[in-house]
């Protein structure tokens, strides 16, 4: 049977006209993706950055959150317009059949249990902190405690997201990052950064070797290549492709574009196969109208990664006017603990502050995670087999918490170092598969989007460019990382 030509519903009207406060109401799946980062990249890598730094690292933080929204945008748009996720239509790139889905889904399968041992970790320090654990000098019974309360965080956790519901996700999310955007911004402009210093940071590209204070008072983070240091916040920052994924699936539950029509009109794997291009009815009316769902796709991306830059200048500018300066590292056990300074400087009350604050982030962080790794799984799977597709996603879900609770179980009390632990998954999933996915979507678009629907040259130009940063980054840090 043919499959019929796609043809757009009618946009609602707040897409349609002038912008206004309300177009906020597009903003949802992308509170996941933002609050799914903070609590590592920006609240611990991005202080961790301007401590060590100061300020010269901040292009690689700038640049790297607005290419990786590139990046996601890119997907965002192809399943808005065509209703498949790009996963589906990877599956035909040329070589053998199949191998990028199954490459990408088994290299973000390797990842998940690495940030869900090493952030649950983080949490178990930052209460240790919290009930004055980090001040005793017996370091077994610290680090005992540490995995302790991870392990709890990890049962819960597993628990709260094989009950909850996708809007409770959404919701709870979405206060979290509006509450941390507010502490963090008041924090900076208080701080009174150096903010020249920053701009001259943003738009100089150098990579900057360590200072003497950081080799002789830190040596576990100076016999670390500056490349794969630089490299991990990278990664971290923003997520990864394991994240980016499941994001593009929770799509879905939008009903955007081509992502509402009914079931006849959604473009299968099989579709394209022999050279053809998707049944997109080209004229003038539908392509105006894929192109104002467009705009959903832009507020939801664009807004989440609005919050993650300015979550990460803050944090990072942060570090570097209070860290830097006063020649402390986050490291150890006090990963988490020098940043205090940041709202304690205002007052020595706003500690608790602080503390409900990144633990919040680190939870959200978490919360989110597996929600996200459930999707990806389902999305790296489903152009594999038939059955798959057609099988809910919920019935992947309990052996993706089992994997992930259960690997990060085993990594949380077998692995001491968590910055060790998402090094290599922050430089490979969240560099450079993320520049390979620039390159994949490129290709992609030509393959199967009628040319009226296809990237303009301006999207085309940035695309290109944020395939080429990442990969180019991401291939010294893991040659210093192996060597």
């Given at each position: 049977m043919p499959q019929e030509p796609i043809q757009y519903p009618p946009p609602p009207a707040e897409l349609q006209g002038k912008p206004t406060w309300r177009l906020i109401r597009f903003f949802g799946a992308g509170a996941i993706i933002a609050s799914v980062t903070i609590g590592s990249g920006e609240t611990l890598f991005a202080s961790r950055g301007g401590a060590v730094f100061g300020y010269t690292l901040l292009w690689c933080f700038v640049g790297g959150t607005l290419l990786k929204g590139v990046?996601?945008?890119?997907?965002?748009?192809?399943?808005?317009?065509?209703?498949?996720?790009?996963?589906?239509?990877?599956?035909?790139?040329?070589?053998?059949?199949n191998w990028?889905?199954?490459?990408?889904?088994?290299?973000?399968?390797?990842?998940?249990?690495?940030?869900?041992?090493?952030?649950?970790?983080?949490?178990?320090?930052?209460?240790?902190?919290?009930?004055?654990?980090?001040?005793?000098?017996?370091?077994?019974?610290?680090?005992?405690?540490?995995?302790?309360?991870?392990?709890?965080?990890?049962?819960?956790?597993?628990?709260?997201?094989?009950?909850?519901?996708?809007?409770?996700?959404?919701?709870?999310?979405?206060?979290?990052?509006?509450?941390?955007?507010?502490?963090?911004?008041?924090?900076t402009f208080v701080s009174r950064p150096d903010w020249v210093a920053a701009f001259m940071g943003t738009i100089v590209p150098v990579v900057p070797d360590y200072q003497d204070w950081i080799k002789s008072d830190y040596p576990k983070i100076a016999i670390r290549s500056p490349w794969v240091e630089m490299v991990t916040y990278l990664g971290a920052i923003g997520g990864g492709s394991y994240d980016y994924i499941g994001y593009i699936g929770c799509l879905r539950e939008k009903k955007w574009g081509a992502l509402g029509l009914k079931r006849s009109q959604e473009p299968t794997p099989e579709l394209g196969k022999k050279g053809e291009l998707l049944p997109i009815e080209i004229n003038e009316d539908n392509v105006k109208r894929g192109r104002v769902w467009l705009r959903a796709?832009?507020?939801?991306?664009?807004?989440?990664?609005?919050?993650?830059?300015?979550?990460?200048?803050?944090?990072?500018?942060l570090g570097a006017a209070i860290l830097h300066q006063a020649h402390l590292a986050p490291e150890g056990r006090d990963v988490l603990v020098h940043q205090a300074a940041f709202l304690t400087k205002i007052h020595p009350s706003l500690l608790y502050l602080y503390q409900i604050g990144v633990l919040a982030a680190f939870l959200g962080t978490i919360y989110g995670a597996y929600e996200i790794y459930t999707r990806t799984t389902y999305e790296c799977l489903a152009p594999l087999s038939r059955r798959i597709r057609e099988m809910p996603e919920k019935q992947v879900r309990l052996p993706v918490l089992l994997y992930c609770g259960v690997g990060g179980l085993i990594l949380l009390w077998t692995v001491d170092d968590p910055i060790k632990l998402v090094t290599l998954p922050a430089i490979v999933g969240g560099v450079l598969t993320c520049g390979l996915w620039c390159f994949a979507m490129i290709w992609t678009e030509r393959r199967f989007l009628p040319k009226a629907f296809r990237m303009r040259r301006s999207l085309l130009v940035l695309t290109v460019i944020a395939g080429t940063f990442l990969v180019g980054l991401a291939i010294p840090a893991l040659w210093n990382f192996f060597a």
């Open positions: 990046q996601v945008y890119t997907a965002a748009r192809y399943i808005t317009l065509t209703g498949a996720h790009p996963m589906a239509h990877w599956a035909h790139l040329p070589g053998p059949k990028v889905p199954i490459l990408i889904g088994l290299l973000s399968l390797a990842c998940f249990p690495f940030w869900l041992a090493a952030l649950p970790r983080f949490v178990g320090q930052l209460i240790n902190w919290v009930f004055h654990v980090a001040e005793s000098e017996d370091k077994e019974y610290f680090d005992r405690m540490a995995r302790i309360w991870g392990t709890i965080t990890i049962v819960a956790a597993v628990t709260l997201t094989w009950v909850q519901s996708y809007g409770a996700l959404e919701r709870v999310q979405t206060v979290i990052v509006g509450l941390l955007l507010f502490s963090i911004i008041l924090a796709a832009k507020i939801d991306v664009g807004v989440s990664f609005s919050c993650v830059l300015i979550f990460t200048v803050c944090f990072y500018a």
